[in-house]
């Protein structure tokens, strides 16, 4: 007998469960509903219904000034693989020392990830416990060619976990929308900014 499409589909999914094919899986999630969750386009601010909990804060006043500065007597660079991501799946992120000198920055979790909003950028992270949060600076030196370099799922749980030791929420769920990873761990020196745009 000729079996059904229904049949077929069933297969199939059953044939790439156990596969392990985790990036087809992704997607099935996807068309069963799962994606971003939270305001769409560019909302008037960032607000949680948790009322104790307390958004992290850029730590910086200067205006972002792209993906490259000098600074230290050397060079450092902030690359993505693309402006437009899809919410679940990995983003990478490198920062490079690109100069010919060594120089002090203040470690891989000093950075802020960023949502435009009515209101300026606004940090999708924060803290539950009543208190604000400050994120780690470990002085380190980045040698020429030194790097960071990032792999972060663009889902809530993943961005509130990727900071050791901290005790971080995302709220309120993420959403189609433009965000931006911004690194502001160089001493006397201007933040680098990445930006993109998160897709369901």
């Not at 589909?9 to 985790?22: E, F, M």
């Not at 996807?30 to 607000?47: C, H, I, K, N, Y």
């Not at 060594?102 to 009543?130: C, I, M, N, P």
Request: hydrophobic fraction near 35%; charge should be negative.
């Amino acid at each position: 007998m000729e079996r059904t499409r229904r049949d077929l589909l069933a297969t199939s999914a059953a044939t790439l469960t156990a596969a392990g094919s985790v990036g087809v899986a992704g997607c099935l999630d996807f068309a069963a509903g799962d994606g971003p969750q939270g305001p769409e386009g560019v909302p008037t601010t960032l607000t949680c219904e948790d009322d104790a909990f307390v958004r992290l804060t850029a730590p910086f006043d200067e205006p972002v000034e792209g993906t490259i500065v000098d600074a230290a007597g050397t060079r450092f660079e902030l690359a993505t693989e693309g402006n437009a991501e899809t919410y679940g799946q990995s983003m990478r992120l490198v920062f490079r020392n690109t100069g010919d000198r060594s120089a002090t920055v203040l470690g891989k979790h000093a950075y802020s990830f960023q949502r435009e909003t009515g209101e300026g950028w606004v940090d999708v992270r924060g803290s539950s416990s009543g208190e604000a949060v400050e994120l780690p600076r470990d002085e380190e030196t980045l040698d020429p060619s030194g790097a960071y370099i990032w792999s972060i799922d663009l889902e809530e749980a993943a961005i509130a976990s990727a900071v050791p030791d901290r005790d971080l929420e995302v709220c309120p769920p993420l959403g189609a929308g433009t965000y931006r990873f911004v690194y502001w761990g160089i001493p006397d020196a201007p933040p680098l900014g990445a930006e993109f745009d998160l897709v369901g």
